[in-house]
């Protein structure tokens, strides 16, 4: 009886594998991707939601996209790479590139003080803000609600008796199932009234409620004081939406919009404030280099800038490499110990040192002054010239230690056989230093470098704290001082000034980038001839 063998199957004739969705649904890893997935999509979907509610649908648009292109990268089998490109993708778009987007299209703006928000909200603000009681109009029942970071307010109509409801951003609307009487209202639905302790607690903001009778401003707006007893209070001004023009009912003054300067103005030049944002173009830039009131500070500013900066990365990269020379030699005896000691500065924080330099400098009370010096009495922080140099000195101590490690680490790097090619040629000490180990040590180090002038060129911190800038230029509108740099002025502007100025600050800041960035694309393009030499 004869047996037979089946033949193998050919290749031809089995079918390719073929890897199955269904096998990674049950993979640990999959199902803790498709967790955090859902809590992203979630966070999108609440942040889409938000944006909506508040109309920003540019907002809205960029967040889809960036959740369809999530969804697709990490569902994806082709997008391996993507998965790990994508979150830094995201955040560097979020918190740079957005970030210098704002900042640009600020500084095309008059956004500032008086000038922070819409025309609308401009309209309603100079409405609510220059109101009379309306004449005739009788004290009515009112009671303030609590709604979490803003009050709300009810009120009894006058005529129907009803209770309605509103706030600073809702109009009053008439609620169903509230109680009230004569005296007070009692009860409102899904509203937490605020009983006499809390208002009393929290009168300022009692002081400064309002709702508007309806979406026309120009009806009036009703009013309270104490919380308990109101009135409705009309406008001195009316808004002709037809003609955009503001007028005063007591003067009769006419006050036309003037979209170039975002402010209602009269013909006699009286100004309404506040205005709104509009676009100004260049003319932030303009006033930086060409307003009598800003252009010298700024030219002074920007010159201390560049000479901290350079000043603060020679002077620390000079002694941190001498310091590296000298205890990176093998004869010097407990140069572990004095290596650990000379980074010790470095571990401290700076913005403490900074403060504790700045008492030790003080003109009458500093160590600095009374003990070193013997009770003499030199204006370290308060005369130009001498503020400058403390603060480079203050930087030379805070900037040392780091100039230290970086030089150690290249010294220690450095080849051998150029040391002894330099002693065979019968180089001195001076010399192999000068001529082989500092552009060896240049060539790795010139990048840090660049990024320590960029630092400086910003150190808003040592500034601000040793000196906040001062001694200030007299008879300026902002505060700027002899030792402001380009940073620190720009805070000034935006924040301390009289008028803070949110535009212009822009442009300065836009400015610095433009300066940084130049400065460094000159320093990546020495390095790379040191790499050649």
């Not at 999959?30 to 992203?40: E, G, N, P, R, S």
């Not at 709604?147 to 307010?153: D, E, I, N, P, Y």
């Not at 093998?330 to 040192?353: D, N």
């Not at 000490?429 to 040590?441: D, G, I, M, Q």
Request: with cysteine; proline share 5%.
């Amino acid at each position: 009886m004869s047996s037979s063998t089946s033949a193998p199957p050919s290749a031809e004739s089995t079918p390719a594998y073929k890897p199955s969705h269904a096998r990674d649904v049950t993979k640990p890893g999959f199902l803790i991707k498709l967790v955090l997935m859902m809590l992203v999509d979630a966070l999108g979907v609440y942040g889409i939601i938000t944006a909506a509610f508040v109309q920003s649908w540019t907002i809205v648009a960029i967040l889809v996209v960036l959740l369809a292109i999530v969804n697709y990268v990490y569902f994806s089998k082709r997008m391996i790479p993507g998965k790990y490109l994508v979150p830094g993708l995201i955040f560097l778009l979020i918190y740079q590139v957005f970030v210098m987007g704002y900042t640009g299209y600020v500084s095309l703006t008059n956004y500032g003080q008086g000038h922070n928000s819409t025309k609308a909200d401009a309209i309603e603000s100079l409405l609510m803000t220059n109101t009379v009681r309306s004449e005739g109009s009788p004290d009515v029942v009112t009671a303030v609600l609590d709604r979490g970071s803003k009050l709300g307010l009810a009120i009894v109509h006058p005529e129907s008796g009803d209770v309605l409801v509103g706030d600073s951003t809702t109009p009053l609307a008439k609620v169903d199932g509230a109680k009230a009487d004569e005296l007070s209202i009692t009860e409102i639905p899904g509203e937490t009234i605020l009983g006499f302790d809390q208002l009393v607690t929290r009168q300022k903001e009692v002081a400064g409620l309002s709702a508007a009778v309806s979406d026309d401003p120009n009806e009036g707006f009703y009013v309270t004081s104490d919380g308990t007893k109101g009135y409705l209070a009309k406008s001195i001004l009316t808004y002709d939406e037809a003609a955009d023009t503001m007028t005063n009912a007591q003067t009769g003054e006419v006050f036309k919009a003037d979209e170039s300067k975002g402010l209602f103005v009269s013909d006699a030049g009286t100004e309404l404030k506040p205005g709104w944002r509009v676009f100004v173009g260049f003319s932030n830039y303009a006033n930086v280099f060409a307003s009598s009131d800003l252009a010298g500070p700024f030219f002074k500013a920007l010159l201390w800038s560049f000479a901290f900066a350079v000043l603060s990365v020679l002077t620390t990269f000079a002694f941190g490499l001498f310091l590296a020379l000298v205890f990176s030699d093998e004869r010097v005896k407990g140069r572990r110990i004095y290596q650990s000691l000379l980074i010790l500065p470095y571990a401290f924080p700076g913005f403490l040192a900074t403060l504790v330099w700045r008492g030790m400098l003080n003109e009458k009370y500093g160590f600095i002054n009374n003990v070193i010096l013997g009770g003499a009495d030199i204006p370290w922080l308060t005369d130009g010239f001498l503020a400058k140099i403390a603060i480079l000195g203050v930087n030379l101590w805070l900037g040392f230690p780091y100039m230290f490690l970086v030089c150690m680490g290249a010294l220690q790097s450095l080849p051998s056989d150029c040391m002894e090619a330099a002693k065979i040629d019968g180089a001195s000490a001076l010399r192999t230093v000068w001529s082989v180990k500092l552009p060896l040590v240049l060539q790795s180090t010139v990048p840090l470098l660049i990024a320590s002038f960029a630092f400086n060129f910003n150190n808003f911190s040592l500034i601000y704290m040793l000196t906040n800038g001062g001694p200030n230029y007299p008879g300026l509108s902002v505060p700027v001082g002899e030792t402001d740099i380009l940073i620190s002025m720009v805070y000034k502007i935006a924040f301390e000034g009289g008028k803070p100025d949110y535009g212009l600050a822009s442009a300065m800041s836009i400015i610095i980038f433009i300066v940084v960035g130049v400065i460094a694309w000159l320093g990546f393009r020495q390095t790379k001839a040191l790499e050649e030499l």
